[in-house]
């Protein structure tokens, strides 16, 4: 049985796969003036960046939970993953622009280009998934006073 984050993840790279495709597809008929190599390049990169945005989640998910199990999240969290993501997708345009275009200048381009627009987009997509708790673990809210009143009640066994 998969768990809760391995779904978050999933659907996290669902959806980011079809706006950065459909920013990509854009991309590559802009720079090289043919709709179909756009549309060659988007949907390739599909494939390699499904698989590539998925381990990028799931390395961040490890690096991310306290020894107490508790996500951590921040806005400097998802710039920072923001910044990693766009290193590792532009890298993965540029060689699959290349490949398809036949022209190792398209690719520089289009993974040039797409630089500022998924960073943009990436950051939109992170804050909202910030706010989704699909996929999460319940978490239990303890007030001090609770923690306080549990620890008296330990000490005086």
Do not use: C
């Not at 998925?54 to 400097?76: A, D």
């Not at 766009?86 to 398809?100: C, L």
């Not at 999460?136 to 609770?146: A, F, M, V, Y």
């Amino acid at each position: 049985m998969i768990d809760k984050s391995h779904k978050r993840h999933i659907a996290k790279a669902i959806t980011w796969r079809v706006a950065g495709t459909i920013d990509t597809m854009l991309l590559g008929w802009l720079i090289s003036g043919n709709p179909m190599t756009g549309f060659k390049i988007g949907m390739t990169e599909f494939a390699t960046k499904f698989f590539l945005y998925y381990l990028h989640e799931r390395v961040w998910y490890k690096i991310n939970v306290s020894k107490e199990g508790v996500l951590r999240e921040s806005k400097k969290r998802h710039f920072a993953k923001t910044v990693t993501w766009r290193i590792v997708g532009s890298i993965d345009t540029m060689f699959v622009a290349w490949f398809i275009s036949g022209n190792p200048f398209i690719g520089l381009k289009v993974g040039l280009a797409e630089v500022t627009t998924k960073m943009i987009l990436y950051y939109a997509h992170e804050r909202i998934w910030y706010r989704s708790k699909f996929g999460l673990p319940k978490i239990i809210e303890i007030s001090n006073e609770e923690i306080v009143n549990q620890d008296l009640v330990r000490n005086n066994e």
